[in-house]
């Protein structure tokens, strides 16, 4: 069967592309390079032992689009690509909302037009918002998301709901908590692009001198040390929730449900100073820190309640916050031999 991945050359795309590749699928990949680099297609293929189809370009070019869906009998997709910087959403708010919707129209455009069903959308957490309830269910009340990223989630979400009545087709929404990691080959992971704004990249940049200190926003929260609390999901295993959504859209064809909806993430809040000593012990080596002012739009808490996942998908998260940051420390020293 094959896949379309657009953004499969990004940080969680890459992840689940050699997935589907170990897993028998053919691959075929949009992505316009705007926040990764070429080199990524060639380690997959180092890694997998395979070549995915790869296109280079931008999926609001709706008539290459229609040219590759021409090309290739294209079975299903799972839509990475997206801008996802919350901070510059809000001062790029035209290109967020143009970008993030119009790739995802476009490509529900050929899904309508040519009968194909298997709509796998990459949704956040960002849309419970700080929720009343510990750990978040797939049930707990949607917020309207402060951010213009947000609530691009918000709006595809409710896209493809409408799409998947409308036009009777099946589609996988997966809500993802706070992805890190990186492969265990130390080939493939998430590129510093700019500077990070995520907390394990800004980590991974102080501990390598790249950076001077890491700012840790704020210590007076109603939590156990006073930082903000989040559930780290290693990305290894976030990819391979994306096969068993897969499998099970296209095994459950005869399923009433329409729409599936899961949270991804492993259950466990961690919070900023213990993901800080967490890579210090996995890693040996310091993280040199500060404490500042909250970050505007923050929220206390967020973990996820992944048992709906885990009873549907029979999928878990299994890889530990340490052993996650082991990885993201081998990838710095891959890229360190790079440049
Ligand atoms: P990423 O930026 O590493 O990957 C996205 C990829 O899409 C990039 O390679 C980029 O070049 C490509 N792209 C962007 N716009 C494109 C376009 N118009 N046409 C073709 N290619 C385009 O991001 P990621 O962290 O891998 O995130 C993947 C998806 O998961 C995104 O939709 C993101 O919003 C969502 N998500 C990410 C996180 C996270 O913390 N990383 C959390 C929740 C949800
Ligand atoms: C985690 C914690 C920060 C950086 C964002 C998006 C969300 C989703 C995941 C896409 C927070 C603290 C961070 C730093 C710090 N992405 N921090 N110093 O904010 O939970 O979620 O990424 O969908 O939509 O909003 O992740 O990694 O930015 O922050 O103290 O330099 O680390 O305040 O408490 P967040 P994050």
């Not at 206390?300 to 992944?306: R, S």
């Amino acid at each position: 069967m094959a896949i379309l991945v657009t953004g499969g050359l990004g940080y969680i795309g890459s992840h689940t592309v050699v997935e589907l590749l170990n897993n028998g699928f053919e691959v075929v990949i949009v992505d316009d390079l705007s926040n990764t680099e070429r080199f990524i297609l060639n380690n997959i293929e180092e890694i997998t032992g395979k070549k995915p189809v790869f296109y280079p370009f931008d999926l609001r070019r709706k008539e290459l689009l229609t040219q590759v869906f021409d090309a290739h009998q294209i079975d299903g997709c799972i839509h990475f690509a997206a801008y996802k910087a919350v901070g510059e959403s809000q001062i790029r708010p035209v290109d967020y909302y143009e970008n993030n919707l119009f790739s995802l129209i476009n490509i529900l455009q050929e899904f309508k037009a040519r009968e194909i069903s298997n709509f796998i959308f990459s949704s956040s957490c960002t849309i419970y918002g700080q929720a009343e309830v510990m750990p978040i269910t797939e049930k707990t009340p949607l917020k309207l998301p402060e951010s213009v990223y947000g609530k691009t989630k918000q709006m595809g979400e409710e896209i493809l709901i409408d799409f998947a009545k409308a036009y009777h087709r099946k589609i996988s929404l997966l809500r993802y908590f706070n992805p890190i990691g990186a492969h265990p080959s130390g080939k493939i992971g998430e590129l510093p692009i700019g500077v990070p704004s995520n907390l394990v990249p800004f980590v991974m940049q102080t501990a390598s001198g790249v950076r001077e200190k890491l700012n840790i926003w704020g210590n007076d929260y109603a939590t156990e040390d006073g930082t903000a609390v989040r559930d780290y999901v290693y990305v290894v295993d976030l990819a391979k929730a994306h096969v068993a959504a897969l499998k099970k859209l296209i095994d459950d064809s005869s399923a009433d449900s329409l729409i599936d909806i899961y949270n991804l993430g492993t259950g466990n809040g961690s919070s900023v100073l213990e993901v800080v000593k967490a890579f210090e012990k996995a890693n040996n080596v310091e993280v040199p820190y500060q404490i500042c002012a909250r970050r505007e739009g923050d929220i206390t808490i967020a973990y996820a309640d992944p048992q709906k996942a885990q009873k549907e998908l029979n999928w878990k998260s299994e890889t530990s916050l340490e052993e996650s940051l082991r990885t993201v420390w081998e990838w710095q020293k891959y890229l360190n031999t790079r440049s």
